[in-house]
């Protein structure tokens, strides 16, 4: 049974649709990343699912009780439901355990004090039950306010940028022990976050969004390995862009021709080819000039300049394997790594 069901759901902001004809479902024990650009509809998405917007139009459901539909609506504390906002929302004048407790309103005496306590455990705050809010790192209000969102048992867990205001090192660090506390918990979980690293690193099944409709949904991998479009491609990774033409099912490029993955003869097309497709060898492949190296630490990026017709493509090698500027190099493609989908607009030369 899946935790999570949005049929339909549509919500508009003054007459302006924010999310339309939206069909989503977070299934048991599983963890759903809600993955756009600002502005594209995930957070309303997640306050819809919350409680915190009406539906109107379509249904939710939390299990199999039917939560929301036009004119009727379960108040957001009666649907099981956690969240975890991109502030935290800490009480200032509670301290840790007390935040934690919060939610525990009306629970037996047992429980309210039982729970924070196994909570903190989990989230490895045990130590700090009696600091107040002000006195904690980033890192450690993120997880006061998981331990608090997760005190109440709740079926779903929704996070909304949840890691948003820490720098990347802190990042990285709460991300995966946040990832360790939901897996021990079991918690079925939808994350909304702009980050497509992050989507791809948490994830079960990551929903693309833009312009308020989800674009694509599925795996990590099914993602990344096969984008529906070129927003897609280009929202998930660093990509090389440029143009072509449908010639005979194939399409001409400086690496021969490329498939044309059914578009019609005559379309104009984009070829999207990601910098790790490219190898870079003294011999074999297309000629280039070295034209610049940023050193990233783990990878490097470098910039070629091809010797043909001058454009520039970037290849995405091993740290420490870069070649040096104004080498002079040979290019081979991975063509599984490539992409072609018909310009959005044929006009563009972007």
Do not use: W
Not at 84 to 104: K, M, R, S
Not at 115 to 130: F, S
Not at 210 to 228: D, F, H, K, M
Not at 281 to 310: F, K, N, Q
């Amino acid at each position: 049974m899946d935790a999570l069901t949005l049929q339909g759901v549509c919500h508009a902001y003054d007459g302006e649709l924010a999310i339309d004809s939206i069909d989503l479902t977070v299934g048991e024990g599983k963890l759903v990343c809600l993955l756009g650009p600002s502005g594209c509809g995930k957070t309303t998405v997640l306050r819809v699912a919350a409680g915190l917007e009406p539906v109107q139009q379509g249904r939710v459901f939390i299990g199999e009780s039917e939560v929301a539909r036009p004119g009727a609506s379960t108040p957001p504390e009666e649907r099981g439901v956690g969240l975890v906002f991109q502030d935290y929302a800490l009480f200032p004048h509670l301290t840790v355990t007390e935040n934690v407790a919060f939610g525990l309103k009306g629970r037996p005496s047992v429980e309210r004090l039982g729970t924070p306590k196994q909570m903190l455990d989990l989230v490895g705050l045990a130590d700090l039950a009696e600091r107040y809010p002000h006195t904690l790192s980033g890192g450690e209000q993120q997880r006061v306010a998981l331990a608090r969102a997760l005190a109440p048992r709740p079926r779903l867990l929704l996070l909304d940028e949840p890691y948003t205001g820490l720098d990347i090192h802190l990042r990285n660090q709460v991300r995966d022990e946040t990832l360790r506390v939901l897996r021990m918990a079991g918690i079925s979980t939808m994350i909304v976050t702009h980050d497509p690293e992050e989507a791809m690193y948490m994830a079960d099944h990551i929903a693309v969004m833009r312009g308020g409709r989800i674009l694509q949904q599925g795996t990590p991998s099914e993602l990344y390995n096969a984008p529906a479009n070129a927003f897609i491609a280009k929202f998930l990774s660093d990509v090389n862009a440029m143009h072509g033409t449908v010639e005979g099912g194939k399409v001409p490029s400086i690496f021969g021709c490329l498939d044309a993955n059914g578009a019609a003869e005559g379309v104009r097309v984009d070829v999207l080819i990601r910098p790790e497709a490219l190898s870079l060898s003294s011999e074999g492949g297309r000629p280039a000039t070295v034209a610049a190296v940023r050193l990233l630490g783990h990878s490097s990026i470098v910039t070629l300049a091809m010797d043909d017709d001058g454009s520039e493509l970037r290849a995405r090698v091993r740290g420490m394997d870069a070649p040096a500027e104004g080498d002079k190099v040979s290019l081979a493609l991975d063509k599984l790594q490539s992409f072609v989908f018909p310009c959005a607009d044929p006009t563009s030369d972007e």
